[in-house]
């Protein structure tokens, strides 16, 4: 009964392929988030999306996008994959506009070689 | 530009004693702080929460106080436990397009 998950927990892949990092949340949350954790283990968000609003930080570039099928998941497609691009990346959601506390799923580490 | 520092990277603490961490920002913009305990190979888990209203919260062993004018918070856990050894990271929310920034954590290991 997991909370939030994410798939695959490890990925390694080439420069250049294209991948996706797939989250499901089973708490009826409707705001749900991309986070990605670097080397210097800073987390810095990525995105925040609910079902009527799509916020992305301007730092990411957008070989990156979320895509969510339903309310339940929010999916991370990544294009044209950089070393760069080699982190953490943690799924998250929250209740909405009124509790800001997030439930992160557990993680996927992404190497890029 | 980091707008949530965690100065200390790291903390050892006896326990049964108190451990004191600390986070400063920079954004008067933020309205609500929290904080988040991470184990290794684990997602961060939401600890407890201040509202930029207030200037303490309190959940059992843990209580967040809040200085607005020294853009300065702090998380106190007494009395530690060994249990409580993790990563603790500090986050804000902006109030403009909520986004959330966290500071780099801090690694607390309690001694038995």
Redesign the interface.
């Known amino acids: 009964d997991t909370a ?1 998950s994410q798939t695959p927990k490890y990925l390694v892949t080439q420069m250049g392929n294209d991948k996706s990092i797939k989250c499901e949340q089973n708490l009826g949350h409707d ?1 749900m ?1 991309w ?1 990605k954790q670097d080397s ?6 990525m995105f ?1 999306y609910n079902n009527k609003e799509l ?1 992305i ?1 301007e730092t990411v570039p957008n070989r990156f996008s979320p895509k969510s099928p339903d309310k339940a998941h929010l999916n991370l497609h990544i294009n044209s994959l950089e070393l760069g691009d080699s982190a953490v990346y ?1 799924c ?1 959601s929250s209740q909405g ?1 009124s509790r ?8 996927t580490r992404l190497t890029v070689t | 530009d980091q707008q949530v520092k965690q100065n200390s990277p790291s903390l050892s603490v006896q326990e049964g004693r108190i451990s004191i961490l600390n986070c400063d920002y920079t954004n008067s913009m933020f309205d609500y702080f929290l904080w988040y305990k991470k184990y290794p190979a684990e997602g961060p888990t939401f600890l407890i929460s201040i509202s930029s209203i207030k200037d303490k919260n309190e959940d059992g062993r843990f209580t967040v106080f809040l200085n607005k004018s020294a853009k300065h918070l702090s998380l106190h856990i007494v009395p530690s436990q060994p249990g409580d050894s993790a990563v603790y990271f500090c986050a804000a929310r902006s109030n403009t397009g909520n986004q959330f920034y966290f500071g780099t954590g801090t690694s607390l290991t309690v001694i038995p």
Not at chain 1, 40 to 45: A, E, S, V
Not at chain 1, 100 to 107: A, R, T
Request: glycine share 8%; net charge positive.
């Open positions: 939030v705001t988030y986070y210097k283990k800073f987390l810095k968000i925040s916020i930080n943690f998250a506009t800001y506390e997030q439930y992160f799923g557990p993680g």
